[in-house]
């Protein structure tokens, strides 16, 4: 008798969690452009318990891959930039941190896309201060959300909010820049004294 495996093993929940995460961008995309806020609220909510719930499943047991730690990056960032765009184009947030925190993103991405192609494998390993940045827009995004069905937040935190933003993403940039620069003349030069 041949024993069949399961297709979906459990050391598999987490990527299917991350899946989850990219698929509901384009509801919540589509609920902030509508306005439906409350929904677009309970799909953000979703999707971070499920950002949550991954990230504690891969670590506590050891169901940590390769493509999952590709993967849960980009959930984050497609999310992430996607609220952003969209509260930008509505008005909600400054157009220069928009812009801003798109720059960083897609110098970033250029960056690590160089570094695979001209030095080699890239282990993709966040910084606190790159942590502190996720963490920072998301509690902007939710916030601003949250705003237009309970306006209880005084103007005050938005503008403690945005300059927290602003900054760690200024200085996560720069992180990443010096970093993985610093890296790829290390190597490089290794390989032309080897």
Not at 63 to 80: F, Q
Not at 120 to 134: D, F, H, M, Q, V
Not at 163 to 173: L, N, Q
């Amino acid at each position: 008798m041949v024993s069949h495996e399961s297709v979906i093993s459990r050391r598999d929940i987490p990527n299917i969690l991350t899946v989850l995460r990219i698929v509901l961008v384009v509801p919540i995309v589509a609920l902030l452009v509508q306005e439906r806020y409350v929904a677009a609220f309970v799909v953000l909510a979703v999707a971070g318990i499920s950002d949550g719930l991954d990230g504690y499943l891969a670590k506590r047991y050891g169901w940590v891959t390769r493509l999952g730690s590709l993967l849960d990056p980009v959930a984050d960032k497609l999310m992430l930039v996607s609220g952003f765009l969209v509260l930008g184009w509505k008005g909600l947030l400054p157009a220069w941190l928009v812009a801003l925190v798109i720059v960083r993103d897609l110098v970033i991405v250029g960056g690590a896309i160089v570094f695979h192609f001209w030095v080699g494998r890239l282990e993709a390993e966040p910084s606190l201060i790159s942590k502190i940045n996720t963490f920072a827009q998301i509690v902007l995004v939710v916030g601003v959300v949250a705003h237009q069905l309970w306006p209880l937040l005084p103007e005050l935190w938005f503008t403690i909010a945005i300059a927290v933003v602003a900054v760690t993403t200024i200085v996560s940039g720069v992180t990443y820049v010096r970093e993985w620069g610093s890296r790829a003349a290390h190597t490089l030069e290794g390989r032309r004294g080897g």
